[in-house]
């Protein structure tokens, strides 16, 4: 049998791991574009999906299966979907308690039932190449992966003293990075770790060398730069993928960030 001549000669850990990047964040980028382009922010679209298969929740239960945590994130959410109508606040009285129920409303449902769906399919375009033995190789190998990630992560970080514990760093950098499409408070991260904003701060930074705000902008800025190394997405999708609600704004962080324009670099660097 003739050998392929676009298969790799020689696949090294280096190579493997740039093709598999490049391909999760085209991926992720094509799939949040079906999102986003219907009008929905993903913030919202978490909320939406959880009231779709959960039905009615109280907005903590709702913060806990979105990351969407403190008034700071989960209210400004849930009241513009108030206000476009897709969901409603009920009072729910249990004895001498009574709390805030959120629950879709009728217009609500068809639009999450519609974008869900459509979610759906891309993500089966995603992945319509490969065999069901594929797919679970690559479940398992992600796994892995990820599980090995974080343990060499919270490795080179672990022994700086006045930093985070092992268990506080990867609950903090798992949730920076997860929500890294927007700027989370330094205070919904803290909580998740049991400090105060400022205990936080100062541990992190001794943890990573960066504040938590540099170093989530700094996970968003290399999600920019693979995606435009791919060269597939104009600027605007690229902007909005990563979390900046305009072109020019994105244009300017990362020429601050960088040192030079998203343009620019990508022509140096696009593959």
Do not use: C
Not at 2 to 19: G, H, I, M, N, S
Not at 115 to 128: F, K, Q, T
Request: charged share 25%; proline share 4%.
């Amino acid at each position: 049998m003739a050998e392929d001549p676009r298969q790799p000669k020689e696949l090294t850990a280096a190579k493997l791991f740039y093709v598999f990047g490049r391909a999760y964040q085209s991926a992720s980028a094509y799939l949040e574009a079906g999102i986003t382009t219907k009008g929905i922010h993903m913030a919202e679209f978490g909320v939406l999906e959880a009231l779709l298969h959960k039905g009615p929740l109280t907005a903590g239960t709702i913060a806990q299966k979105t990351g969407l945590t403190g008034a700071a994130s989960i209210a400004p959410t849930v009241d513009r979907l108030e206000t476009l109508g897709y969901v409603r606040r009920r009072r729910i009285r249990s004895g001498d308690r009574s709390y805030w129920n959120l629950e879709l409303t009728q217009p609500g449902y068809s639009v999450i039932s519609e974008i869900y769906r459509e979610h759906a399919l891309d993500i089966e375009r995603v992945l319509r190449r490969l065999s069901p033995s594929e797919r679970l190789e690559l479940y398992r190998a992600s796994k892995k992966i990820g599980l090995d990630s974080n343990d060499l992560q919270l490795g080179r970080f672990k022994d700086r003293p006045g930093g985070l514990s092992p268990s506080q760093l990867r609950r903090a950098t798992t949730y920076l990075t997860t929500y890294s499409v927007r700027e989370s408070s330094v205070a919904e991260v803290a909580a998740k770790v049991g400090l105060s904003a400022a205990q936080f701060t100062r541990a992190f930074k001794a943890s990573t060398g960066f504040p938590p705000h540099r170093w989530q902008l700094n996970q968003r800025i290399a999600k920019a730069q693979e995606l435009l190394r791919y060269g597939a997405f104009p600027l605007a999708e690229i902007a909005l993928a990563t979390g900046f609600t305009e072109q020019s704004h994105f244009t300017r962080i990362f020429k601050k960030v960088v040192g030079v324009s998203p343009g620019a670099w990508q022509r140096d660097h696009r593959h």
